[in-house]
Nanobody, 123 residues
Framework: QVQLVESGGGLVQAGGSLNLSCVSSGRTFSAYSMAWFRQAPGKEREFVSSISWSGGSSYYADSVKGRFTVSRDNAKSTLFLQMNSLKPEDTAIYYC????????????????WGQGTQVTVSS
């Protein structure tokens, strides 16, 4: 079992930046591939980014490529998402997720989820 707690969300103007964190507890963090998903009101949960257990490989949704950067610090059991050049359409609840498998881009492949952190981007 692993427990995930996100932080770092907030209200920011368009063009601004936020850095989300997700702290893991329980089983060894480096045993899991990790991902960020987001869900806006009235919409389905969508993939943002994922990263391999070592941090050596990652995927990004086309909508965030070039603006967001995923990273992890296995020594601190923490996942990060640096978000730059934020747009109003980035407004959503952001969730981190963990899987014992490959760093897939679909929610159903992830066994563990945090409670989410709200990101609001004003125009």
């Amino acid at each position: 079992q692993v427990q995930l707690v996100e932080s770092g969300g907030g209200l920011v103007q368009a063009g601004g930046s936020l850095n989300l964190s997700c702290v893991s507890s329980g089983r060894t963090f480096s045993a899991y591939s990790m991902a960020w998903f987001r869900q806006a009101p009235g919409k389905e949960r969508e993939f943002v980014s994922s990263i391999s257990w070592s941090g050596g490989s990652s995927y990004y949704a086309d909508s965030v490529k070039g603006r967001f950067t995923v990273s992890r610090d296995n020594a601190k059991s923490t996942l990060f998402l640096q978000m730059n050049s934020l747009k109003p359409e980035d407004t959503a609840i952001y969730y981190c997720a963990a899987t014992e498998n490959y760093y897939y881009t679909v929610p159903h492949e992830y066994q563990y989820w945090g409670q989410g952190t709200q990101v609001t981007v004003s125009s």
